[in-house]
């Protein structure tokens, strides 16, 4: 029987110890649990991070973990596609969690890293592999970055999902679903740089990342099929 509450976790990053303290707020009897993708880079504890979600995705029928730019890049990566986007966007500090040799990182050592990442993590990368690109659940859509407003949804892409930004936030959303994504910061969404959720003036998307990783808020929100939606954070300058 489908839930009729999620509760809806922003971009991660690595950022580990603040997804235990978010995670201490889900109601597992009455809600589902959605992430929006962008567990790894950037942060220290990617690895952890992706276990953590998989854990949870093993344990429990309603996890739906949705697949962030983040995750594809590493697998560009692991396929010798775009390394130094990846490397640049904060990859170094996802293989430092999973190589301990990862400090001497250089391009020849690209090929034993892979290596190692395949014999070693390959329950985590058949998981980033198979993340879906979004859920849909009632009127609400779940997507990592958005979709591209100009086109159906049965015709966006892999590029709109994940790496869309404008004209997503300012355009008009004619799909008929409460859009709730990631992928940008809300403090570029706020005129003010605030550290909140934002919410669309059409009310029909929200914004969730909240730059953790950068020293925001980690950001979850709780939503019901027929409530309004409630903000929950952890705040990591005061958790320190």
């Known amino acids: ?46 690895l952890q991070v992706v276990q953590c979600v998989m854990k949870l995705q093993n344990q429990y029928d309603d996890v739906i973990a949705l697949k962030g730019n983040h995750e594809d890049m590493f697998l560009d990566w692991m396929n010798s596609e775009q390394v130094e986007r990846f490397l640049r966007n904060g990859g170094v500090q996802t293989l430092d969690s999973m190589i301990e040799q990862s400090e001497t990182f250089d391009e020849g050592s690209y090929t034993a890293f892979r290596a190692i990442i395949e014999e070693e993590f390959d329950e985590e990368l058949r998981f980033m592999k198979q993340l879906p690109h979004f859920h849909e659940w009632g009127d609400y859509f779940f997507v990592h970055a958005g979709i591209d407003v100009n086109k159906e949804l049965a ?64 950001i979850g929100l709780k939503v019901a099929l027929d409530g309004e939606p409630e903000v929950i954070v952890v705040n990591i300058e005061d958790e320190v």
Request: glycine share 10%; charged share 30%.
């Open 1 to 46: 029987m489908q839930k009729q509450k999620a509760f809806v976790i922003g971009d991660l990053h690595g950022c580990y110890d603040e997804l235990q303290q978010l995670l201490e707020h889900w109601n597992r009897d009455e809600e589902m649990l959605v992430f929006l993708g962008d567990y790894i880079d950037r942060g220290p504890k990617s």
């Open 155 to 218: 015709d966006q892409t892999k590029e709109d999902y994940l790496w869309v930004r404008e004209p997503f936030h300012a355009g008009c959303n004619r799909s008929g679903k409460t859009i709730i994504f990631g992928h940008t910061p809300v403090q570029r969404l706020h005129e003010d740089e605030r550290d909140e959720a934002w919410f669309s003036e059409c009310e029909t998307k929200i914004g969730i990342d909240g730059g953790a990783v950068f020293g925001g808020p980690l």
